[in-house]
T-cell receptor
Framework: SQQGEEDPQALSIQEGENATMNCSYK?????LQWYRQNSGRGLVHLIL?????REKHSGRLRVTLDTSKKSSSLLITASRAADTASYFC????????FGAGTRLAVHP | NAGVMQNPRHLVRRRGQEARLRCSPM?????VYWYRQLPEEGLKFMVY????????ESGMPKERFSAEFPKEGPSILRIQQVVRGDSAAYFC?????????????????FGNGTRLTVT
């Protein structure tokens, strides 16, 4: 089945820097979604990008999608300590299939 | 109550006991999904339900696990005769139905999970 795989597994940066997380998947998709999970909490939807879109913005988030390479990236600009969380991409197969996630740590 | 509600938040069971996890979806949502998460790992799909119907249970273990979403009341994930390997966080999510000919999945809204510990 389709599955997103995030890269890197963990990322540690300083406040103010940009954070880039990548996601690769295996088969064709209709859309790809990104979620965030704070420690001990449920996932929160960040952004959905459709297969006919190449880039999408939401505040400090920028998501790109390259269907020819079966990959997506999530860029967080001007990171803050509050961005510390795990980030997951998800593809659909009548339900959402999540990757293992990228654990982002933003240090003050 | 605007969000997905899961209870209990923490559940401790001895080996061999039964665990019942409850999930009330967001108002207006008719689709419920259950996921399991081990520490430092992603979410593994278990089951997808609509009211009174199991749509996809491909992620459910064949034995001891069952799920329901009755016409009235919350969705229930039931684990019989728990073993230590069942210890994990179990998350419920809900959504509206997808739309359009290409099946665009609506974003999922997650509860904060039930952390099951089997001693």
């Amino acid at each position: 089945s389709q599955q997103g795989e995030e890269d890197p597994q963990a990322l540690s940066i300083q406040e103010g820097e940009n954070a880039t997380m990548n996601c690769s998947y295996k088969t064709s998709i209709n859309n790809l979604q990104w979620y965030r999970q704070n420690s001990g909490r449920g996932l929160v939807h960040l952004i959905l990008i459709r297969s006919n879109e190449r880039e999408k913005h939401s505040g400090r988030l920028r998501v790109t999608l390259d269907t020819s390479k079966k990959s997506s990236s999530l860029l967080i600009t001007a990171s803050r300590a509050a961005d510390t969380a795990s980030y997951f991409c998800a593809t659909e197969d009548n339900k959402l299939i999540f990757g293992a996630g990228t654990r982002l740590a933003v240090h003050p | 109550n605007a969000g997905v509600m899961q209870n209990p938040r923490h559940l401790v069971r001895r080996r061999g006991q039964e665990a019942r996890l409850r999930c009330s979806p967001m108002k207006g949502h008719s689709h419920v999904y259950w996921y399991r998460q081990l520490p430092e790992e992603g979410l593994k799909f278990m089951v997808y339900l609509q009211k009174e119907n199991i749509i996809d249970e491909s992620g459910m273990p064949k034995e001891r696990f069952s799920a329901e979403f009755p016409k009235e009341g919350p969705s229930i994930l039931r684990i019989q005769q728990v073993v230590r390997g069942d210890s994990a966080a179990y998350f419920c999510a809900s959504s509206r139905p997808g739309t359009g000919a290409t099946w665009v999945t609506s974003p999922l809204h997650f509860g904060n999970g039930t952390r099951l510990t089997v001693t």
